[in-house]
């Protein structure tokens, strides 16, 4: 089994973050983890298992995790597990393939919205500089290791978005 704990991956794993469009809660988190466990117990790349890891992170990201040194994902293989996790998201009602959308800390929770609709949020002042946002374009686990996962606006592509008036450069 090339499956291993995320922990143990090392910091320069390549990393892959699919986010949900909504919170997973109870047995749908419990069959998307399971789902993923299962798909990566039999991951290869060019018939060699990947040691891999994944968890899911604060009930909507599904953290998927390589170790690099010892074997290199292959286009196909990226590309299976991208399938997966699109027949995953049909099979429980969510989307955990699109980028698009931007995710920010809302109190105690977690907002997916537009791209539009966090511009107009911005405007009316409901969403700041300092709201935390989350980048979903990390692809090493050491950036997720050192707390970049979870940023404030003003310190990612956002703040230049959508706040290009209020950040100095």
């Known amino acids: 089994m090339a499956r291993i704990p995320f922990d143990e991956l090392p910091n320069y794993a390549r990393l892959w973050i699919f986010p949900a469009s909504r919170a997973l809660k109870g047995r749908e988190a419990e069959i998307s983890i399971d789902t993923v466990h299962s798909f990566l117990d039999g991951w290869m790349a060019h018939g060699v298992p990947l040691r891999c890891a994944a968890e899911l992170r604060d009930s909507q990201f599904l953290l998927v995790g390589v170790d690099i040194d010892s074997e290199l994902p292959s286009g196909c293989s990226i590309d299976s597990l991208v399938n997966q996790l699109r027949n995953l998201g049909s099979d429980i009602g969510v989307s955990l393939v699109d980028h698009a959308p931007v995710w920010y800390r809302e109190g105690t929770g977690i907002r997916s919205v537009s791209r539009s609709q966090f511009r107009a949020l911005a405007e009316s002042g409901t969403v700041t500089v300092a709201t935390t946002v989350f980048d979903t374009s990390l692809t090493s686990v ?22 290009r008036d209020r950040i100095t450069a």
């Open 142 to 163: 050491h950036d997720l290791r050192t707390g970049n996962l979870e940023r404030p606006a003003s310190d990612l592509w956002h703040g230049r978005v959508f706040f």
